[in-house]
T-cell receptor, first 114, second 109 residues
């Protein structure tokens, strides 16, 4: 297991297009998180899954954003009708509930909206 | 409201000098504090957490609830310590983290 995997690493899209990112957590990690990071800022929480259930969504996550985690394994984050303000690094992290709050991060997907 | 403040965006120190990265937080519940580090071209990784009370790579951090601080310290900085450091606050039962804006540490020989 090489850790949390995110795909693609980079995505360039035109404004108004839809994009989808994928995150594969560490095997057996039942918790999965999505964060967004813009230049000069720390990661900001977007949403969280425990197994397949999405338990919280940040106010940052407008209705153009949707995340899923079917079967409690990999997760996808979709952004519809992208805007230039969506340009950011999207980070995924996973954790094992019995290990407490230690989160392991993926390398991220960098989105550029032109 | 939950908040993490890292007042220094950039910290430049000489090799062998002490380094201290400041982190202050505001949280009404029982906080759980972390330091994460990101080396150049690498992913974000956990450096240490307050409940383990251990020293990692020579770094230590003490939670001071009275001053609501969790400063990161190392007595003798090394060039390989050059990285971006983020202080993070947890506390919810399911582990959402609130990050500070980060401090870039540059250690010069």
């Amino acid at each position: 297991d090489t850790g949390v995997s995110q795909d693609p690493r980079h995505k360039i899209t035109k404004r108004g297009q839809n994009v989808t990112f994928r995150c594969d957590p560490i095997s057996e990690h039942n918790r999965l998180y999505w964060y967004r990071q813009t230049l000069g800022q720390g990661p900001e929480f977007l949403t969280y899954f425990q197994n397949e259930a999405q338990l919280e969504k940040s106010r940052l996550l407008s209705d153009r954003f949707s995340a899923e985690r079917p079967k409690g394994s990999f997760s996808t984050l979709e952004i519809q009708r992208t805007e230039q303000g969506d340009s950011a690094m999207y980070l995924c992290a996973s954790s094992l509930e019995r290990e407490g709050n230690i989160q392991y991060f993926g390398a991220g997907t960098r989105l550029s909206v032109l | 409201a939950q908040r993490v403040t890292q007042p220094e965006k950039l910290l430049s120190v000489f090799k062998g000098a002490p380094v201290e990265l400041k982190c202050n937080y505001s949280y009404s519940g029982s906080p759980e504090l972390f330091w994460y580090v990101q080396y150049s071209r690498q992913r974000l990784q956990l450096l240490l957490r307050h409940i383990s009370r251990e020293s990692i790579k020579g770094f230590t951090a003490d939670l001071n609830k009275g001053e609501t601080s969790f400063h990161l310290k190392k007595p003798f900085a090394q060039e390989e310590d050059s990285a971006m450091y983020y202080c993070a606050l947890g506390g919810d039962s399911w582990g959402k983290l609130q990050f500070g804006a980060g401090t870039q540490v540059v250690v010069t020989p």
